[in-house]
Structure formats: structure tokens, C-alpha cells
């Protein structure tokens, strides 16, 4: 299964598993493009013995695909539940902090200028 996001997620994770006798795994693999790109995390979910389901996840700011890949010689897997969580946008800070400081040295300036008018 791939799944892709229109945002960067930073954290993403599925529910696979089975609970039949046979032994399969699967793979969670996330991706830094929807087509493509770096492989930005992974993560393996051992082998299933009619053991239950498992929980994968992956952390990544810049994960845009991600693909659940089953790797068992009999029958499948079934997935579950796949939770996301978008990354933060940051917006840069604009020059606020310049123009106090600017504003500040302005006030200073024309305060010595002042005194040095009244002596």
C-alpha cells in the first residue's frame, strides 16, 4: 500500500499484522517525495506467528510517502488505522526585532542629542 500526503507529516504509523499460523512481516518505508526521493525513515515488524498485530511508525519532518509492503510466502497482511501528524510550518519572524532595536538607538540618539543642547 502507498500512501501519500499533499504536506510534509512528521510522524506516521500503521497497525499490521495477521493471526493465521503463517510466518509473514511487513515493512513501513517513508519518503521525502510523493514520487521518488530519499528514503527518510523505515521500519520492520518481525515475523507474525499468529502473533496479533503490530504498530509501526516512523519520525521524520519531511515524510510525504509512505508505503507498507508486505514480504510473507503465504496469504497477506492486513492494515489498520494509519495515524499522521502534519509538520509544523514556520513562518519566518519578520525584522520586528531590527526595528525595535532601530527605533531604541533612535531614542538614545536623539536623547544625548538633547542634553548635549540644554548644556
Do not use: H
Request: hydrophobic share 45%; glycine share 12%; with cysteine.
Amino acid at each position: 500500500m502507498i500512501f501519500t500526503f499533499a504536506a510534509p507529516q512528521s510522524f506516521v504509523g500503521l497497525w499490521g499484522g495477521d493471526g493465521g499460523g503463517d510466518i509473514d512481516n511487513w515493512t513501513l518505508n517513508a519518503y521525502d517525495a510523493a514520487v521518488g526521493g530519499n528514503l527518510v525513515g523505515t521500519a520492520l515488524s518481525g515475523d507474525f506467528t499468529g502473533s496479533p498485530y503490530a504498530f509501526l511508525s516512523i519520525t521524520s519532518p519531511t515524510i510525504l510517502r509512505v508505503e507498507a509492503i508486505w514480504n510473507g510466502p503465504v496469504a497477506g497482511i492486513g492494515f489498520d488505522d494509519l495515524t499522521f501528524t502534519p509538520s509544523e510550518t514556520r513562518v519566518p519572524e519578520p525584522s520586528s526585532l531590527v526595528m525595535v532595536c532601530v527605533g531604541l538607538a533612535t531614542c538614545l540618539a536623539a536623547r544625548q542629542k538633547i542634553s548635549q543642547v540644554r548644556k
